[in-house]
């Protein structure tokens, strides 16, 4: 079965802190891999998407890395900042993932950033 | 308007009332889809709309539950004799590309509450 897994389940950082959230999926073949930032009571928000030629894609203080070989993929944050608090989801696309929308969704990595 | 819009934000009702919600899409987007997030839990897969139709109506919970899209544009999300367990934030999404290719763009999703 296709599967998205996210670690850690929660994170608590201080401000100004860096932290890697990492993602492992089986989904197969692959399409992209895409990285979400939800806020609270928000819709999620694209940060990243990469195919499987990308090894590394940036967006801000945000950069996602990904090895289509061990099927990893983690997301790096740099310089924290309190508006960073929010939950990470990884998703990953292929034409057998998830269901019709050939999206598997992982459960998210809920991250607090403490001043 | 520039992003997905939905309606209505909340929405509280009795066990065994009908419910409708509203998806306004990203103009131009062909793909539309409806999701469920439960209170800690991932998001979980409804159904997808490319233009009007729905090539897969299985991930819908159980035939209390439709959708219909008319004009390739609005969408929307019907729960019958709701129950309890149907509490939960629905979230519509828009894309421009294919199924599981295009960037998803999500609304702030509608809050429902079943008493």
């Known amino acids: 079965k296709n599967q998205v897994e996210q670690s850690p389940q929660s994170l608590i950082i201080l401000e100004g802190k860096n932290c890697t959230l990492q993602c492992n999926y089986t989904v197969s073949p692959f399409s992209n891999l895409r990285w979400y930032k939800q806020d609270t009571g928000r819709g999620p928000v694209s940060l990243t998407i990469m195919t499987f030629s990308e090894n590394t894609k940036s967006n801000g203080r945000y950069t996602a890395t990904l090895d289509a070989d061990t099927k990893q993929s983690s997301l790096h944050i740099t310089a924290s900042q309190l508006s960073d608090s929010a939950s990470y989801i990884c998703?990953?696309?292929?034409?057998?993932?998830?269901?019709?929308?050939?999206?598997?969704f992982g459960k998210g990595t809920h991250l607090i950033i403490q001043p | 308007g520039a992003g997905v819009s939905q309606s209505p934000s909340n929405k509280v009702t009795e066990k065994g009332k009908d419910v409708e919600l509203r998806c306004d899409p990203i103009s131009g987007h062909t793909a539309l889809y409806w999701y469920r997030q439960s209170l800690g839990q991932g998001l979980e897969f409804l159904i997808y709309?490319?233009?009007?139709?729905?090539?897969?109506k299985s991930g819908l919970p159980s035939d209390r539950f439709s959708a219909e899209r008319t004009g390739g544009s609005v969408s929307t999300l019907t729960i019958q004799r709701t129950q309890q367990e149907d509490s939960a934030v629905y979230l519509c999404?828009?894309?421009?590309?294919?199924?599981?290719?295009?960037?998803?763009?999500f609304g702030e999703g509608s809050r429902l509450t079943v008493l």
């Open positions: 709309f490319q233009g009007n139709s729905a090539p897969d």
């Open positions: 998703v990953v696309s292929g034409p057998s993932g998830g269901g019709a929308d050939g999206l598997t």
């Open positions: 999404a828009s894309s421009s590309g294919g199924r599981s290719t295009g960037e998803l763009f």
